[in-house]
């Protein structure tokens, strides 16, 4: 983006143009993407009923996002936005951080992390908070 100002030095005017750029500070949907890595996993979990689950070597890590109902005002836990997939899978620090926490099925349930949490240990931005959050675990990554 180029922002143009204006200036007066001994009574003739001229203009200043600088190059500002936007930060970002929230990791923002793009407008091509694919979802290729992770699958959507139905199982019988107390806390959610779908997550996105990776896995590798017999191993798997589940991971569940937020989404909220406006019409009903219920939020629930489900899998992970689509267009999110991939960015986490593919990210260079996705293999020690799926190393730590991922482990084999118990009962047709695998580790379970939220997607804020793999993005803080993934040092990612995170995703914008929503007011109707909640938190599911402080632990820190």
Known sequence: MIMFTQGVSNGSLFLFFKEVREMRYFFKK???????????????????????????????????????????????????????TDKIYLHPRFRKFFDTYADREQDGLYPTVTVRQIMWGLRM?????????????????
């Open 125 to 141: 931005k995170p995703l914008p908070k929503e007011p109707w959050e909640t938190c599911f675990d402080r632990k820190g990554f």
């Open 30 to 84: 793009p407008e091509v993407y694919s979802s290729i890595f992770g699958k959507r996993y139905n199982c019988d979990h107390p806390v959610y009923n779908e997550c996105t689950l990776y896995i590798i070597d017999n191993r798997g890590l589940a991971v569940i996002q937020q989404q909220y109902d406006p019409e009903t005002k219920y939020t629930f836990w489900t899998s992970i936005s689509s267009w999110l």
